[in-house]
């Protein structure tokens, strides 16, 4: 997927997002170093982590920095609400002032 192989210049992801993580890590010590705006960073640095324990259902607050590209969010939401499911191996009740899945 080109938003996860080159993300840094990929037009999936907002460009004031790119720009702030090209900013970032301009002077990073390491070429291993992350930013926050990766995709799949918060997943894997703190959510992978409770896949292992029983939950009952998730709250979503999407917030609104994928404004730019609402239709891209319409056909993603829905396949990150079945990978959550599918990691949890239980249909969990997905809660978002959005959409409801």
């Not at 997002?17 to 291993?32: D, F, H, I, V």
Request: net charge positive; proline share 5%.
């Amino acid at each position: 997927m080109p938003a996860l192989a080159n993300w840094r210049q990929s037009d999936y992801i907002m460009s004031w997002c790119r720009e702030r993580a090209n900013l970032n890590l301009k002077n990073a010590t390491t070429s291993l170093q992350r930013h926050t705006y990766e995709p799949c960073f918060n997943f894997e640095a703190a959510i992978a982590r409770l896949v292992p324990y029983a939950i009952k259902g998730i709250v979503w607050y999407q917030g609104e920095s994928d404004t730019e590209n609402c239709e891209l969010y319409q056909k993603l939401f829905p396949l990150f609400v079945q990978d959550w499911r599918r990691q949890w191996k239980a249909n969990l009740p997905f809660i978002t002032s959005s959409f409801q899945a």
